[in-house]
């Protein structure tokens, strides 16, 4: 028996072209969308920068859907990038002047009567611009004379670590430092100046809940 071909589709009344098969996402575009909103993590702003740019190519004519996603993914890997090198070194510079504190404040403490100018110039020195205006030397010489008269000299000064950690955990710009005095422990809280990250500059310091400022008040 003969067999027949059956007859082909495409004739009258059958439309010649297949339905087009659903564009898919590009992966390089939601790839670069995300590490970019994730670009505080240092890499992942230079990843999502990189993918996003590679997602353009791989959406362009319509080959691949995505093409807002990798376009957005470029601005905000730069701004989240720039974010996090400032928040990584601002705590970078925190750090460095936190291990200077307990160096430069014990030789401020460690004075008898005869070298409380001395002293107080040096405490001085390590302020802020902000500081230095609106607590005198006299201010400071008063304040560590009574300082000393209850406390007696300082002989031990350290960093408390529950203290560092909150700081970097809340990007605070102060420290609370335990001061060992002939008379007793106290705690010593150092306040420095935001806009003085580049050096150690002193914006308040309070000895048990007394600061210089209060004179000035």
Not at 58 to 87: C, Q, Y
Not at 118 to 145: C, I, R, T
């Given at each position: 028996m003969t067999q027949f071909a059956s007859p082909s589709p495409v004739g009258p009344g059958y439309d010649s072209f297949a339905p087009a098969a659903p564009r898919r996402w590009s992966?390089?575009?939601?790839?670069?969308f995300v590490c970019s909103i994730l670009g505080f993590f240092g890499i992942t702003a230079l990843l999502g920068l990189i993918l996003g740019i590679v997602g353009i190519f791989a959406t362009r004519e319509g080959r691949r859907k995505g093409m807002g996603l990798a376009i957005a993914a470029i601005p905000i890997s730069v701004v989240t990038g720039v974010l996090g090198i400032v928040v990584i070194f601002s705590?970078?510079?925190?750090?460095?002047?936190?291990?200077?504190?307990?160096?430069?404040?014990?030789?401020?403490?460690?004075?008898?009567?005869?070298?409380?100018?001395?002293?107080?110039a040096g405490l001085h020195k390590l302020g802020s611009p902000k500081f230095k205006e609106e607590v005198s030397e006299a201010n400071l010489k008063d304040w560590l004379k009574n300082i000393i008269e209850t406390n007696g000299k300082l002989t031990r000064l350290t960093i408390d670590q529950e203290s560092l950690a909150a700081a970097q955990q809340k990007d605070q710009f102060?420290?609370?430092?335990?001061?060992?005095?002939?008379?007793?422990?106290?705690?010593?809280?150092?306040?420095?100046?935001?806009?003085?990250?580049?050096?150690?500059?002193?914006?308040?310091?309070?000895?048990?809940?007394?600061?210089?400022?209060?004179?000035?008040?």
């Amino acid at each position: 028996m003969t067999q027949f071909a059956s007859p082909s589709p495409v004739g009258p009344g059958y439309d010649s072209f297949a339905p087009a098969a659903p564009r898919r996402w590009s992966a390089a575009a939601i790839g670069g969308f995300v590490c970019s909103i994730l670009g505080f993590f240092g890499i992942t702003a230079l990843l999502g920068l990189i993918l996003g740019i590679v997602g353009i190519f791989a959406t362009r004519e319509g080959r691949r859907k995505g093409m807002g996603l990798a376009i957005a993914a470029i601005p905000i890997s730069v701004v989240t990038g720039v974010l996090g090198i400032v928040v990584i070194f601002s705590f970078v510079l925190f750090l460095r002047i936190a291990s200077q504190l307990p160096g430069r404040l014990e030789p401020v403490f460690a004075f008898d009567a005869s070298q409380v100018d001395e002293a107080a110039a040096g405490l001085h020195k390590l302020g802020s611009p902000k500081f230095k205006e609106e607590v005198s030397e006299a201010n400071l010489k008063d304040w560590l004379k009574n300082i000393i008269e209850t406390n007696g000299k300082l002989t031990r000064l350290t960093i408390d670590q529950e203290s560092l950690a909150a700081a970097q955990q809340k990007d605070q710009f102060a420290l609370i430092m335990k001061a060992r005095f002939v008379n007793g422990d106290k705690l010593i809280r150092v306040t420095i100046a935001p806009d003085q990250m580049w050096s150690l500059g002193l914006d308040d310091i309070e000895v048990d809940g007394s600061s210089p400022r209060d004179a000035t008040r």
